[in-house]
């Protein structure tokens, strides 16, 4: 059996949330986990059981051949034990050490050429150089960020925790860094666990994505498997799929269904074993706006609905439509200004089969 880091246990909070979570993480080749689910789904409880600093009642965790919790045996190896680099949300700096302190918390049981060295590898690695003596109050949110993330390698850990490392950064920030930190994971060579909410540093940084909600990992994948195709309609609603709707299953011919949605009909691919009831996800990258009566394009379908609103969303514009039911779309500005759409006005929105996504519905 390959070497992995196992987690199967259960943690209840009295009076609030119980967190009973399962996951494997390969750790040859080693690989980026991301833990995701919107706040108050056990993320961050996960990831602290992990780290020794909340002890499950029930259940196992194990990295490779070492068992760091057997709840039923009574052992609990103590998070300095379990040679790990933890990164928490806040950073947790100390505001009284420098650049240099802070980096050198925990090695003090290395001598010092060795210390200085490691030091002096992060350092480099993580852009610091020219700081060595700075507090954290000189610092910016960026070089904050890279002093925690020194301080969690500089011990060569290895298993790396990451509790939202980008959370507290101003947008522009947070994007550079957020390709910067999966170019550092990459050449660290280090499993990795991070808790994120963002659906951007999911995809960015994760080779994995294990998507929680009220305590239960719903569904574990590469991240662009999981957010264009979710297990079921929970999970497209917390990976932000834009249009989640009821349907029925009508007919199948081909590899192909036919799908109603309030009296419309659509063309999706064939999932074995599902229907009649279905939730149809689509994204809304994948509708394609036209204007009503112009030539249309390959896609199997083509629904005439009206524009609802227009909203601005970042750079690009969602576009709502009622076409028997509401369906959300995102273009850009220009696209808008050339389809001269507005409140009220006729549109086409062409949607491939394949990204007409089907999941079980429990309504019949």
């Known amino acids: 059996m390959a070497a992995a880091l196992s987690l ?27 833990l995701f689910g919107p706040s108050g789904s056990g993320k961050t409880t996960v990831l602290r059981c992990l780290a020794g600093l909340e002890q499950p009642e029930e259940g196992v965790i194990q990295f490779g051949s070492e068992i760091w919790v057997d709840a039923a045996r009574h052992l609990i190896v103590p998070p300095q034990a379990r040679h790990l680099g933890y990164m928490p949300q806040d950073y947790a ?20 050429d060795e210390r200085r060295r490691r030091v002096g590898e992060v350092l480099a690695l993580l852009q610091l150089q020219g700081l060595e003596q700075a507090k954290p109050r000189q610092l910016s949110g960026g070089q904050q960020q890279r002093v925690a993330l020194a301080r969690a ?36 060579k280090t499993p990795t666990v991070v808790v994120t909410h963002d659906w951007t540093e999911a995809l960015t940084l994760g080779d994995l994505i294990a998507v929680m909600s009220e305590g239960q990992i719903l569904q574990i994948g590469p991240p662009q498997e999981v957010f264009s195709r979710p297990a079921n309609e929970a999970v497209a609603q917390i990976v932000g799929v834009e249009t989640v709707v009821q349907g029925q299953v009508s007919e ?32 809304a990258e994948d509708v394609v706006l036209e204007q009503a009566g112009i030539s249309r394009t390959s896609a199997r379908n083509h629904l005439l609905g009206r524009v609802v609103d227009i909203l601005p969303q970042g750079v690009m514009m969602q576009v709502r439509i009622d076409c028997g039911f509401l369906l959300t779309a995102v273009i850009t500005r220009g696209a808008v200004e050339d389809l001269r759409l507005a409140p009220g006005v006729p549109v086409i929105a062409a949607i491939k089969a394949g990204s007409v996504h089907l999941v079980p519905c429990s309504v019949v």
């Open 153 to 188: 390698i500089a011990r060569q850990p290895k298993l790396l925790l990451l509790d939202e490392p980008l959370s507290s950064l101003d947008a522009p920030t947070r994007d550079a860094l957020c390709r910067e930190l999966r170019s550092l994971l990459l050449r660290l």
């Open 93 to 112: 700096l100390f505001p009284t050490h420098t650049v240099t302190g802070n980096i050198e918390y925990g090695l003090s049981n290395l001598p010092q």
């Open 252 to 283: 199948s011919v081909n590899g192909l269904v036919m799908v109603q949605v309030n009296g419309v009909a659509m063309t999706a691919l064939a999932v074995e074993g599902i229907g009649p009831a279905v939730y149809v996800c689509i994204r």
């Open 8 to 34: 199967n246990c259960q943690k209840t909070f009295p009076g609030r949330l119980t967190i009973a979570a399962q996951l494997d993480l390969p750790l040859d080749p080693p690989s980026v986990l991301i």
